[in-house]
């Protein structure tokens, strides 16, 4: 586990150790299921890696790109056709405008526009608000910018999460600066209300917080009304960075394209961190990407078909398991509670799993950041070949 990883070799001596900023973070549990996985052959359902296929005109035009030299140097915000591109599918999906000249930047993923966007948010000292469980990458980019992570609980209500809008009021201070919110979620597959979402416009207005929302699930929406962004709600637009990426969309998440909408002063904040982070990166994905992003309702309604089938094999496998499912309504995961089988700790569950029933999933602790958070929940990732899928249901099954 990350928290007992000591680096204590190296040319400084016995009592090196690494700088505050970094301590702790040295080894994930993700980084031990997948090798947990490599050693014992299971089913890997543990990272949210796909085993899906790209499309291939799109693997195409990036091969064509290289060989036609498109591999130097893009322009530090992206390419122009990209920015377009992304300003266009925002308009035409959400019906909100972004000027691409400085209202659109492109990032080497989604994961460096959450970073750029709190180093170039949050003053040491300052605090981001999440909710917990979140991505893992938001409690380490707060940090790295000195800013204090503050947990607000989903709720859990049946088999799903809900908003805990108390909570959330509660958690606010005079030193909030950002709330970061992510729809849909990882990693319960939550997709926020209508009414979820317009409480928590409510306290952003009131409190005058930016908001960052993490929407890289967004064309992966299975159940009701599809995807939402808060960016679109009454005296949101201002203060909000809506953040997407095309490592999820186009099942492509080695290429690290993302990029960040919103007006242009909070925009030039995360460009300024970014240029010094990356500068800039993928020339021949971003020219392929602004080529292929007109077109990807298209894609998505196909990689939604596969995913949702994916997601009823897993879910109702788990059941048949005696792993109960929580609700996922959208992206890559389904969490499942481990008591049935007479466990209580999902990382300890996750350890014996593998050798056990053959089968690699991750602990749903590996996102909470409250330390009196249950710890009875695990996940699984159905972002995977209908086969392996099966597979690993019919290991639960026979392990049960
Ligand atoms: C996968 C993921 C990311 C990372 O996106 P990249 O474009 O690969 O950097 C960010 N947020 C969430 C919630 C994710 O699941």
Not at 127 to 150: S, T
Request: glycine share 8%.
């Amino acid at each position: 586990m990350a928290e007992n990883v000591e680096i204590t070799v190296g040319a400084r001596g016995a009592d090196w150790s690494p700088a505050a900023r970094v301590r702790g973070l040295g080894t994930s549990v993700f980084t031990e299921m997948t090798e947990l996985a490599r050693s014992t052959g299971a089913v890997n359902l543990g990272q949210g890696v796909p085993e899906l296929d790209a499309p291939a005109a799109l693997l195409r035009d990036v091969a064509e790109t290289v060989l036609a030299g498109g591999n130097q140097y893009p322009p530090a915000h992206g390419f122009p056709a990209l920015r377009e591109a992304v300003a266009a599918h925002q308009l035409r999906r959400y019906g909100l405008s972004y000027d691409p000249r400085d209202e659109v930047l492109v990032t080497t993923g989604a994961t460096e526009a959450l970073a750029a966007a709190l180093l170039g948010l949050c003053d040491p000292g300052d605090e981001a608000i999440a909710f917990d469980p979140c991505y893992d990458a938001y409690p380490a980019g707060a940090r790295f910018a000195g800013a204090r992570l503050v947990p607000v609980p989903l709720a859990e209500d049946g088999d799903g999460f809900v908003l805990d809008a108390d909570a959330l009021r509660a958690a606010v201070t005079r030193r909030t600066r950002v709330l970061l919110l992510n729809t849909p979620h990882n990693p319960t597959g939550k997709v926020f209300t209508d009414g979820e979402l317009a409480a928590v416009a409510e306290v952003c207005r009131e409190h005058d917080l930016t908001v960052v929302t993490d929407e890289v699930y967004e064309h992966l929406v299975y159940d009701g009304a599809g995807h939402r962004t808060i960016a679109a709600l009454p005296g949101m637009r201002e203060r909000t960075l809506t953040v997407s990426s095309a490592g999820k969309t186009f099942n492509v998440t080695g290429w690290k394209v993302g990029w960040v909408c919103g007006p242009a002063h909070l925009v030039a904040a995360v460009a300024a961190a970014k240029q010094f982070l990356t500068y800039a990166s993928g020339t021949p994905y971003q020219e392929a990407l602004a080529r292929a992003l007109g077109g990807v309702e298209e894609w998505a309604a196909e990689l939604r078909a596969a995913l949702r089938r994916n997601r009823d094999l897993l879910s109702e496998g788990l059941a048949r398991a005696g792993l109960r499912p929580l609700r996922a309504d959208a992206g890559y995961f389904v969490q499942a509670d481990i008591r049935a089988w007479g466990h209580a700790d999902g990382v300890r569950f996750c350890r014996e799993l593998p050798l056990h029933a053959g089968v690699v999933a991750i602990p749903t602790s590996a996102f909470q950041m409250r330390p009196d958070a249950p710890s009875y929940l695990v996940r699984f990732s159905f972002c995977r070949r209908e086969k392996s899928v099966v597979e690993a249901v019919e290991k639960l099954v026979a392990a049960m």
